[in-house]
């Protein structure tokens, strides 16, 4: 086991979750807007549902999706899209009901709960994943097992690790934004609410095309 090739792998992990990350989707929206609703506490949990949900999307697609129809990805994008379609709808009731969850309410530990619950469905439904990890993610994985599974855990861990913290730092920031004048969290949620709906019109066109 060469320690460079370790570090190399980290290394490279930690490369393609800022490629992961920067090519925005519905997950981080849904972050920002849980953010401006229910400040950090609420939100940070949040972004760590990818280790929950990415699990069986790492194994489908190392060992069973590719041999799937390409149908299968059209059906995924399908109810990915109306789920996101479904969450920017309940925002959008609490935008026009004017209300906002404080950090500190007594119900705030059920609200993380259902954040978190909703963050891993969301991930476990877009395409998005499943697209990065077959064409991606799981090649350079499977390279890196077939080396030592050593060099497979720090690719995971360069990933992930380096995945979970910007989503961290995101909220962070977010939060931060919470102090602004209410009407411009009020805009900034409205605003996150639009791209959740356009990114839910995608994923369904995307999946009927399909």
């Known amino acids: 086991m060469d320690s460079t090739s370790i570090v190399a792998y980290l290394l490279q992990g930690a490369g393609l979750a800022l490629a992961a990350f920067g090519a925005w989707g519905p997950f981080q929206t849904f ?5 401006l609703i ?3 506490r609420r939100s940070a949990p949040i972004a760590f549902a990818p280790l929950i949900s990415d699990v069986p999307i790492v194994l489908l697609m190392l ?14 994008s399908l109810a990915g ?10 925002l959008m009731r609490q935008w026009r009901a004017n209300t906002s969850i404080e950090v500190d309410t007594p119900d705030n ?8 619950r909703k963050g891993v469905i969301m991930n476990f439904l877009g395409p998005g994943p499943y697209l990065f990890w077959a064409l991606v993610n799981g090649p350079i994985l499977i390279s890196a097992l077939n080396r030592s599974v050593w060099y497979g855990l720090a690719f995971l861990l360069g990933f992930y690790g380096f995945f979970i913290g910007l989503l961290v730092i995101l909220a962070a920031i977010f939060h931060q934004a919470r102090r602004l004048d209410q009407r411009i969290v009020r805009g900034l949620l ?3 609410i639009v791209i959740l709906i356009i990114f839910g019109g995608l994923l369904i066109r995307s999946g009927l095309a399909g």
């Open 63 to 76: 060992f069973v999706l590719k041999q799937l129809p390409p149908i299968a990805i059209g059906l995924l």
């Open 38 to 40: 229910g400040g950090f």
């Open 31 to 35: 972050l920002v807007s849980e953010t």
């Open 109 to 116: 530990r059920s609200s993380i709960w259902a954040s978190l």
């Open 190 to 192: 409205l605003v996150s």
């Open 81 to 90: 899209g109306v789920f996101v379609l479904y969450l920017a709808l309940s």
